[in-house]
């Protein structure tokens, strides 16, 4: 399957908006004022800033094609959305409605961040324009919230 660059931004848009429909609904899971609860409502509120990013990418920018035109880079980007935890809709709230504890939804978490850094990693490395930038900003941000999610998996 060929994803147009629209097309690709959209799956991008709604991985985020997954997120956030996770991280709010296990962030209520958790009940009481802690630090985890704090952890997802802060992930939440910066899914909305990344949907923010990309929406600005498909009414700012020229659509591009990521060059994907070849086969093999067009099947590695399906496998990467189609595999993405939260690449389909709805994803976000099924999967929040099935978690059992803080520890679960913070191993999911975790699986969400780094899914959505190979995503995009693979998006920005086709990107042609100055929306490489903001992809890249992504990224970093998504890195640095798959570490803040290990510390509170680690303790550390």
Do not use: C
């Not at 399906?78 to 099935?98: D, N, R, Y």
């Amino acid at each position: 399957m060929y994803y147009t660059g629209n097309e690709i931004v959209e799956i991008a848009v709604r991985i985020e908006e997954n997120g956030y429909t996770f991280y709010t609904n296990v962030s209520e899971m958790t009940g009481k004022e802690n630090d985890i609860k704090h952890l997802f409502l802060d992930l939440a509120e910066k899914e909305i800033q990344h949907m923010a990013i990309f929406q600005k990418l498909l009414e700012k920018y020229e659509p591009e094609d990521y060059a994907m035109a070849n086969e093999d880079a067009s099947a590695y980007i399906s496998h990467l959305a189609e595999s993405h935890i939260f690449g389909k809709p709805e994803a976000g709230m099924k999967l929040a409605k099935t978690i059992k504890s803080p520890k679960e939804a913070l191993e999911i978490a975790l699986k969400f961040e780094n899914d959505s850094v190979a995503f995009y990693t693979e998006l920005a490395g086709r990107a042609k324009t100055d929306s490489k930038k903001l992809i890249r900003q992504i990224i970093e941000e998504e890195k640095e919230h798959a570490a803040e999610i290990s510390r509170f998996l680690t303790g550390k």
